[in-house]
């Protein structure tokens, strides 16, 4: 875990926006959570990509 709260500048934008919809309701946990499995399989997948 970092030391300092994350920013939302920290996040990529789609996954923001992906979390919005869950809040707001427009999609159910189970859509959330399969949406950020997608990020998470892309992050994994490009083990030397520095974080934003």
């Known amino acids: 875990m970092p030391?300092?709260?994350?920013k939302a500048s920290d996040f990529?934008?789609?996954?923001l926006r992906l979390f919005?919809?869950?809040?707001?309701g427009?999609?159910?946990r189970r859509g959330f959570l399969a949406g950020a499995v997608c990020f998470a399989?892309?992050?994994?997948?490009r083990p030397g990509c520095s974080r934003r």
């Not at 399989?41 to 997948?45: G, H, K, Q, T």
């Open 3 to 6: 030391d300092t709260p994350r």
């Open 41 to 45: 399989v892309a992050r994994a997948a």
């Open 20 to 24: 919005d919809q869950y809040v707001h």
């Open 12 to 15: 990529d934008p789609d996954v």
């Open 26 to 28: 427009l999609i159910d």
